[in-house]
T-cell receptor, first 116, second 115 residues
């Protein structure tokens, strides 16, 4: 089973350029998330979506935008990349209600982004 | 606000020895607790979670964790580790039933199993 597919796997991006990280899930989960992982900081939530058509801000939303046109896809866009956005980005999903309902969050394999 | 503290950033242990990875949390409401494992160059996968009931939770790969409400802890244990257990381990907490759709992670503990 595919679960959550992220693309690209890795990318080097010039500062000031825009980029969209793609995420698709085949589990028909209502909730989806984008996290970034940085050494010594663990994982931090960027944006989330409880269901198609809705999105919300997480802990570190500045410089990022998301959309949720349908259940399966949840792209993350960096409008004008800066070096501090160099990170590993994880897309994730869960059943409706998310972890506050005790549901497990399932993660993709990650997208390694370097902004130079 | 919730927070999670993983007291050890790195834990080296010899193969077949026991291990305990420590996790403490703080929250003003009741919580659900999770442990995730991340193998090199992979995403995170769930090891186990505490929702309610017995405070001793058993997970995959022989791991278990004990919820201690009075000490606000959720330490992860394994009686005998294998080389394949070398990975990063993350403790995480979520408020119970608040609708806040986030999982707050600790900074991780890197377990290295020495042959």
């Amino acid at each position: 089973t595919a679960g959550i597919t992220q693309a690209p796997t890795s990318q080097i991006l010039a500062a000031g350029r825009s980029m969209t990280l793609r995420c698709t899930q085949d589990m028909r989960h209502n909730a989806m998330y984008w996290y970034r992982q940085d050494l010594g900081l663990g994982l931090r939530l960027i944006h989330y979506s409880n269901t198609a058509g809705t999105t919300g801000k997480g802990e570190v939303p500045d410089g990022y935008s998301v959309s949720r046109a349908n259940t399966d896809d949840f792209p993350l866009t960096l409008a004008s990349a800066v070096p501090s956005q160099t990170s590993v980005y994880f897309c994730a999903s869960s059943e409706q209600g998310g972890p506050s309902s005790g549901n497990t969050i399932y993660f993709g394999e990650g997208s390694w982004l370097t902004v130079v | 606000a919730q927070s999670v503290t993983q007291l050890d950033s790195q834990v080296p242990v010899f193969e077949e020895a026991p291990v305990e990875l420590r996790c403490n949390y703080s929250s003003s409401v009741s919580v659900y607790l999770f442990w995730y494992v991340q193998y090199p160059n992979q995403g995170l996968q769930l090891l186990l979670k505490y929702l309610s009931g017995s405070t001793l939770v058993k997970g995959i790969n022989g791991f278990e964790a004990e919820f201690n409400k009075s000490q606000t802890s959720f330490h992860l244990r394994k009686p005998s580790v294998h080389i394949s257990d070398t990975a990063e381990y993350f403790c995480a907490v979520s408020d119970r039933g608040t609708g806040a759709n986030n999982l707050f992670f600790g900074t991780g503990t890197r377990l290295t199993v020495i042959p």
